[in-house]
C-alpha cells in the first residue's frame, strides 16, 4: 500500500471509529434512560465485535466496503430497537404485506430486511478473510460456500444471544418461534448473495 493510499486508509478508519463511537454512545445513553437492558446487552457484544475488528486488521485485510457494512449494521441494529414509529419500534414495522398468518409470522419486516442485510454483510467478511489469509480465493466454489455457511453459522449465533437474553430478562423484543425461523432463513438467503457479491468482487 503506497503511503497516499494508506493516509486515505488511515482516515476512512477514523472516521468508520468516529461514526461507530457516535450511534453506540448515543443509544447507550438512550437504552440507560429507558432501561432497555436487552439492547445494552447488544452495545455490549456490539463493542467486543468492534474491538475485535479493529485489532486484527493487520490480518483480516478486510477493505472499506466491509467495515462500513459492519458499521452500518450495528447502526441499524441499534435504530431497529431504538427508534419509535408510532407504537412500535422499527423492527417492528411492516413493509410489505407477503404472507400473513398467526402469531409473528409475516413477510415483510424491517427486522427480516435488517437479518438479510447484517449476514449478507457477515459473509463479505468471511469470504474477504478466507481470500486474505488462507489463499482461497483461487477456490472461487469453496469459498462461496464455507462464507455461505460460516455466516449462516454465526446467524444461529445471534439467534442463540437472543435466546439468552428472552429467558434471562423480564421484557425483550425477541418474538415467538415464528420470529427466529424466519430470522434463520433471511440469515440464509442474506449469506448467501453476500458470498456471490464478494465473489464478484472479487
Known sequence: ???????????SLI????????????FGVYYVGIQNYEFLVYIGVL?????????TLKYTKLDKFALWGLSIWGFLHMAGGGIRIGASNLYSVRLIDIISGEGQFYILKMD???HFYGFFVTAIVIYQILKNNFKIGEH????VFLAWIGSMGLGALNEVVEFVAFVSLSQTGVGDVYNTGLDLIFNMCGALVGAFVQRFRS
Open 112 to 114: 427480516q430486511v435488517i
Open 1 to 11: 500500500m503506497k503511503r497516499g493510499e494508506k493516509k486515505k486508509y488511515s482516515l
Open 140 to 143: 472461487t466454489k469453496l469459498a
Open 15 to 26: 472516521l468508520l471509529v468516529l461514526f461507530n463511537l457516535l450511534y453506540v454512545i448515543g
Open 47 to 55: 463493542v467486543l465485535i468492534g474491538v475485535v475488528v479493529i485489532g
